[in-house]
């Protein structure tokens, strides 16, 4: 009788998932939380100084705000002043790691200053479609392969543009900030370089403090109507219903972004993979759960169902 149940009660939300994913299709293909920047760098993100003169400082895990935009409070990364000499031009690189990217991605990244009213700040998001090159120029003014701009927050060195706080005891309000993919001949092996540029920065220049750097995410909206049995991805569940592990299999090695989600639609689990995973699920109250599955590389989604008994 309960499995009955189940059963039914999949029918009705398949066919509520199916209409959602081409009323709303939207996708989460990347997402960096900045729990540890250590991990970060041995995971293909790389740190590049080009200030002049150069100084000591280089983006580090986040310390000086009191909280993170998003998780644990040091969960999150920064750079300073001390990027260049007591005056100069501050421009220090943090690139992250190779995605595949589509014109009309959207990019998210919450970011502060510290005493920035005083102190004024900016940061550049910007893009390569270079794959996995890291040449961001030979000088503090250059931008290499990163020649197109994504988003620019502060670029006219105002005191209000860039979210800031004043003083250890002050209320941290991180800022979002969101700016399109554009440019792009088709699905194209990218990276995103975040630019901490600061002319007459330093410790005795006008400009200059601490910037934070939160929870950078991009999206994707599929087009609506989209046909499961036309995708690239073709993946198989089981056993399902299942009461301990589910086998996830996909034919073809990629790329993938695997969520989970609840029958609120809460997320309960999300990995990446190449074309199988045994999931644990002898801790999931017995329940219909959704599984999707993104493909990086084309973009391609399919959601299925399965059900812990």
Same mark, same amino acid.
């Given at each position: ?17 199916l209409f959602n ?68 031009? =501050?421009?220090?690189?943090? +690139? /992250?790691?190779? @995605?595949? %990217?589509?014109? *009309? ?6 970011? &502060? ?100 750097l939160d929870e ?9 109507? =989209?046909?499961?049995?036309? +995708? /690239?991805?073709? @993946?198989? %569940?089981?056993? *399902? ?6 086998? &996830? ?60 008994q």
């Amino acid at each position: 009788m309960k499995n009955s149940i189940l059963k039914f009660v999949a029918t009705v939300l398949l066919i509520h998932v199916l209409f959602n994913e081409q009323a709303k299709a939207q996708t989460q293909i990347f997402h960096q939380g900045f729990d540890s920047l250590n991990v970060s760098l041995l995971n293909g993100w790389k740190a590049i100084n080009k200030s002049n003169p150069l100084g000591l400082g280089t983006w580090m895990q986040g310390h000086s705000f009191t909280t993170a935009a998003i998780g644990v409070n040091t969960s999150y990364v920064q750079v300073d002043f001390t990027s260049t000499d007591s005056i100069g031009t =501050i421009s220090n690189w943090l +690139l /992250s790691d190779t @995605m595949t %990217l589509q014109n *009309n991605d959207t990019v998210t990244f919450y970011t &502060l200053s510290y005493n920035g009213y005083q102190y004024r700040d900016n940061m550049e998001c910007r893009l390569s479609m270079m794959d996995t090159s890291s040449n961001v120029g030979v000088n503090d003014t250059s931008k290499g392969d990163f020649s197109t701009l994504i988003v620019a927050v502060n670029p006219n060195y105002d005191s209000i543009s860039y979210p800031s706080v004043l003083g250890a005891g002050s209320i941290h309000t991180w800022k979002l900030f969101k700016g399109a993919i554009t440019g792009l001949s088709g699905p194209t092996k990218c990276r995103i370089g975040f630019r901490y540029y600061v002319p007459n920065g330093g410790y005795a220049g006008l400009f200059s403090s601490t910037i934070g750097l939160d929870e950078l995410t991009v999206t994707r909206y599929l087009p609506a109507g =989209i046909d499961e049995n036309n +995708l /690239s991805i073709k @993946m198989n %569940l089981s056993p *399902n219903p299942a009461n301990e592990s589910i086998n &996830l299999n996909i034919d073809t090695k990629g790329n993938y972004l695997v969520k989970v989600f609840n029958l609120i639609g809460g997320e309960v689990l999300s990995f990446r993979m190449e074309s199988s995973k045994t999931i644990d699920i002898s801790t999931y109250p017995s329940s219909v759960y959704t599984l999707k599955v993104l493909d990086a590389n084309n973009g391609a989604c399919l959601t299925k169902l399965f059900i812990k008994q």
